[in-house]
Antibody
Framework: QVQLQESGPGLVKPSETLSLTCTVSGGSISSGGYYWSWIRQHPGKGLEWIGYIYYSGSTYYNPSLRSRLTISLDTSENQFSLKLSSVTAADTAVYYC????????????WGQGTLVTVSS | QSALTQPASVSGSPGQSITISCTGTSSDVGVYNYVSWYQQHPGKAPKLMIYEVSNRPSGVSNRFSGSKSGNTASLTISGLQPEDEADYYCSSYTSSTTHVFGGGTKLTVL
């Protein structure tokens, strides 16, 4: 059973960089066949696709976030990470990591989500 | 990229059927069958209910079904049960090699 778990600071100051890590257990992110994704949900709002990464290192980003966004892999730790720079209050959200097959059969495994608040 | 359009809310009584629509464009829903649906209970992560327009993952009740016509996808829940009360989101792949979600629909079981 694949499990994903987000970790990182719950509070980030405006203009700083938001950094989150997703630890995957029950499967290897190096085995291929899946995109390892970040999705966020603003308080009381809908879901927003942030981007994803393949085990080869190829990344695909939401154009609205691309200039501030980096998604990376750490295969030795079976983790992938999100860095979002120059954050504002508009980046306050619950951040989820999730897995989707490369044949795009939906996000089938999700982390529990972590709330990140941007505030001074 | 604009969000897919879903009704803000729908409701139904136990045992009834409801349908939630998800309208996109010829750059996403209209051209790809990579449409999926998610159920989200308060404070929980979304759960995949339908993928590739009409396929159900293992373990999802056959009361949930999906379809698509043109730029609009639909999720139908038959035999409504109290535990179906939740928020529902659609998602589609797009021609820009990105993904877009709908704004979400709150289902109330009366």
């Amino acid at each position: 059973q694949v499990q994903l778990q987000e970790s990182g600071p719950g509070l980030v100051k405006p203009s700083e960089t938001l950094s989150l890590t997703c630890t995957v257990s029950g499967g290897s992110i190096s085995s291929g066949g899946y995109y390892w994704s970040w999705i966020r949900q603003h308080p009381g709002k809908g879901l927003e696709w942030i981007g994803y990464i393949y085990y080869s290192g190829s990344t695909y980003y939401n154009p609205s976030l691309r200039s501030r966004l980096t998604i990376s892999l750490d295969t030795s730790e079976n983790q992938f990470s999100l860095k979002l720079s120059s954050v504002t209050a508009a980046d306050t959200a619950v951040y989820y990591c999730a897995r989707v097959a490369t044949i795009l059969t939906g996000w089938d495994y999700w982390g529990q989500g972590t709330l990140v608040t941007v505030s001074s | 990229q604009s969000a897919l359009t879903q009704p803000a809310s729908v409701s139904g009584s136990p045992g009834q059927s409801i349908t939630i629509s998800c309208t996109g464009t010829s750059s996403d829903v209209g051209v790809y069958n990579y449409v999926s649906w998610y159920q989200q209970h308060p404070g929980k992560a979304p759960k995949l209910m339908i993928y590739e327009v009409s396929n159900r993952p293992s373990g999802v009740s056959n009361r949930f079904s999906g379809s698509k016509s043109g730029n609009t996808a639909s999720l139908t829940i038959s035999g409504l049960q109290p535990e179906d009360e939740a928020d529902y989101y659609c998602s589609s792949y797009t021609s820009s090699t990105t993904h877009v979600f709908g704004g979400g629909t709150k289902l109330t079981v009366l």
